[in-house]
């Protein structure tokens, strides 16, 4: 059964991407727990990230780098966590979260809803700062 990012990945749900390409792909969540925290995704559903195959895995921690030095030039923040944690969606991915402590990476604060403007704004806001 394709988990719900696999169905964001093929267009079947909106998303709000930031990168795309052959390997992953990376967009906002929609219940983020401080503005810009967005998920980097292998196209590949597998559940358990230590089960990727390791060039899949690389690729998927190279977009992750890439994205959070961007999250920092576009966000007011001390660090970008990143937290790989697994049990919310059977499909592995990558929290990136801007933060300006230890505190803010408290996911019973996450959003119940974000409208999808602020989402696409967002998303556009990194997606330029990644060129």
């Not at 925290?37 to 690729?59: F, G, I, M, S």
Request: glycine fraction near 4%; aromatic fraction near 6%.
């Amino acid at each position: 059964m394709t988990s719900v990012f696999g169905r964001i990945i093929a267009g079947e749900i909106p998303g709000s991407f930031v990168h795309r390409d052959d390997v992953c792909v990376s967009f906002m969540t929609i219940n983020p727990i401080a503005p810009g925290h967005l998920l980097v995704v292998p196209r590949l559903e597998v559940d358990h990230w230590v089960d990727l195959p390791e060039d899949v895995a690389a690729r998927v921690f190279a977009v992750s780098h890439r994205i959070s030095r961007a999250l920092t030039r576009v966000f007011t923040c001390e660090r970008v966590g990143l937290v790989v944690a697994g049990y919310e969606v059977p499909h592995c991915h990558v929290h990136l979260v801007p933060t300006l402590s230890m505190a803010d990476i408290d996911f019973s604060r996450a959003a119940a809803s974000v409208d999808r403007s602020v989402l696409d704004e967002q998303a556009d806001a990194i997606a330029a700062a990644l060129k």
